[in-house]
């Protein structure tokens, strides 16, 4: 797992084809199969007295339809995603069992029959890379591989105390626990989890578009000390497959870049046909908090393969919901490139990804380019219709002339 393969997908830092202009102009107008609205409650689920031990659990009901999301730092830090038919599906949650050997049972969403669709992600390992001599940003291994970070064996803080019901979001904060080197003694790994109860836009970049329908992940590492001078970082990601095969993946690539200077693609994970469930990012990291185009960073994934469930760090929350996991997928995720903006200017990396269920949020044609479009579009048939009516008027008073002869 720890090997990397040829990419399939770049980061998407380059100029938009015109053959796009088409198909944008004729493409269906924003919109989900999902709810508009959703009432929306995040709910911290402790195993007291040890408070440590807790999930964050995110219900996001509508009219007819409950969309679970259940986050957790117990193992890998990993999420289940659960839609339900039904405005009054619910979460049990049984410690004894989840914590055991044999964790089948130990989590569920009740009545089981109302479950439309289901499926999980875990982050099992953190990779540095140290790409002092490398050139080629496409490359695999990206440089000097260290040995990986198992984020199963982190520490991660109390999500109570960073639970914001204002937001709608909640931050899991880890450290190794075993840290012979001091790597992180003054950083940290972070996963900011936020969840909307109708559509929208954040301010920061990637300023990807959200839905009711979805959750907002963002990763990242902050103090921490690299291993090299010129440190490249990657997050391995799991998932489960939709029967003997792996989700698809996709790219979209737009004309207008006005949420996310110069990316001009979109990259998606897709379980299945609808309703189902889907990843979605911009293959862009930040080397700074505050991101715009100066700390943009290219975000390479690795094609998605299969890969045998007990080869990775192992998950509770998963294997108590899925009994069985026989259809496990991988894939990698690299920050960063040899040159330009990376983690080594301020010890810094941010990435962001949305999850949900239904159709992808589809980014609309923003009112810049609508009218940089019509100018252009316009101005020749302007000259055309121009030209027509000289050349009609023309004729005309050539007609009306009368020789004296």
Request: glycine share 8%; charged share 15%; proline share 9%.
């Amino acid at each position: 797992m720890s090997g990397y393969e040829k990419p399939s997908r770049g980061w998407g830092f380059c100029a938009p084809s015109p053959v796009l202009l088409l198909s944008l102009l004729t493409a269906a107008p924003l919109g989900l199969l999902g709810e508009e609205t959703r009432q929306v409650s995040l709910k911290v689920i402790s195993n007291a007295p040890d408070f440590s031990q807790n999930l964050l659990h995110i219900r996001a009901v509508g009219t007819n339809s409950t969309l679970h999301y259940v986050w957790s730092s117990l193992g890998p830090p990993a999420v289940l995603l659960v839609a339900t038919n039904t405005p009054n599906s619910t979460l049990s949650v049984n410690w004894s069992l989840l914590l055991s050997s044999d964790p089948d049972g130990g989590l569920m969403v009740l009545p089981e029959e109302s479950i439309q669709f289901s499926s999980a992600l875990v982050f099992t390992r953190l990779f540095e890379f140290d790409s002092t001599n490398m050139s080629d940003a496409a490359s695999r291994p990206p440089g000097k591989s260290y040995p990986p970070y198992s984020l199963a064996n982190f520490s991660w803080n109390n999500i109570t105390d960073s639970l914001d019901p204002a937001t709608l979001s909640a931050t899991f904060r880890g450290h190794p626990v075993r840290d012979p080197t001091g790597a992180f003694a003054n950083g940290s790994l972070a996963f900011r989890v936020q969840a909307f109860s109708t559509s929208g836009r954040p301010a920061q970049p990637p300023r990807l578009l959200h839905s009711a329908d979805t959750c907002q992940l963002e990763v990242a590492l902050v103090g921490a000390s690299p291993r090299g001078n010129r440190s490249l970082f990657g997050l391995e990601v799991a998932t489960l497959g939709q029967g003997p095969g792996c989700p698809s993946m996709q790219e979209q690539h737009s004309i207008d870049d006005e949420y996310a200077p110069a990316v001009f693609q979109l990259d998606q994970l897709l379980w299945g046909s609808l309703p189902s469930g889907f990843m979605q990012w911009r293959p862009v990291a930040f080397s700074q908090k505050q991101g715009s185009r100066d700390s943009a960073m290219p975000c390479q994934s690795s094609p998605l393969h299969p890969t045998l469930a007990y080869l990775l760090p192992q998950s509770p929350i998963v294997r108590a919901f899925f009994k069985t996991q026989d259809h496990s997928c991988a894939f990698n995720l690299t920050f960063g490139a040899p040159t330009g903006p990376g983690y080594w200017d301020q010890h810094y990396l941010s990435w962001s990804m949305l999850l949900g269920v239904g159709s992808p949020p589809v980014d609309a044609l923003s009112p810049l380019v609508l009218s940089i479009m019509a100018v252009a579009l316009g101005a020749p048939a302007l000259m055309l219709l121009a030209g027509g009516l000289f050349l009609l008027l023309g004729r005309k008073r050539d007609s009306e002339y009368q020789s004296i002869n």
